[in-house]
């Protein structure tokens, strides 16, 4: 098998039950699941990022899409782990202190999981020192920060600042997002790369692994 078309096109269709059930009918017939993900869905997002950014799709179709192929994941992950597949990169992801917003950061984190990565989620109003301590455990994280509060941008900082008190700063790379953020912060905190859309961010995370 290389690609099964009914199944990419269910994930760019957004369509949840044919996606779980035409990877649950694939697993049955033996197909390896790294097959599933590197033939099937990480194309499939990739299409779909590619639609996002030619404004053939919105924000609507993106989230529809990669909650589709989350159900999916939740199905591979499992064998890709008992396999011991690699994952393209390691991805700890939180919206940080004080913001209790997850839309856009459920998004980001769904399209990195399509993109190959592996993705720890650590939620809404995540303390700097909760990224601290997951990044530590793993060199080479990537630390993905989500604002959407002007309130809370600081945060993003207070973030780095605790990574160099660590001593791991130079071991991690940090990406940051969210409606109020600009390249120009990202740049005046010292962040490693900005995105502002989650198609963007998957690329981004690519470039640093």
């Known amino acids: 098998m290389s690609r099964n078309p009914t199944l990419f096109d269910s994930v760019i269709n957004g369509d949840m039950a044919v996606t779980v059930a035409e990877i649950q009918q694939e697993i049955d017939r033996g197909t390896p699941p790294q097959m599933l993900l590197e033939e099937n869905l990480i194309p499939a997002m990739a299409e779909v990022g590619r639609l996002f950014e030619e404004n053939e799709y919105f924000v609507p179709e993106l989230l529809i899409s990669a909650r589709a192929m989350q159900e999916g994941m939740k199905l591979l992950n499992p064998l890709l782990t008992a396999s011991g597949i690699e994952k393209a990169g390691y991805v700890v992801i939180g919206t940080v202190k004080g913001d ?82 600009t390249e120009e912060y990202a740049q005046a905190i010292g962040a490693d790369g900005y995105s502002d859309n989650a198609s963007a961010a998957v690329q981004l995370a690519h470039q640093f692994v």
Do not use: Y
């Open 100 to 181: 209790l917003h997850d839309i856009g950061k459920n998004l980001v984190k769904s399209m990195l999981e399509g993109g190959g990565f592996e993705v720890l989620d650590l939620g809404v109003d995540v303390a700097p020192e909760k990224f601290v301590e997951e990044a530590k455990s793993r060199p080479g994280t990537i630390i993905a920060l989500s604002a959407l509060l002007t309130t809370t941008m600081p945060q993003m900082k207070n973030v780095i600042d605790a990574l160099k008190m660590s001593g791991i700063r130079d071991s991690v790379k940090v990406m940051i997002g969210g409606a109020p953020v």
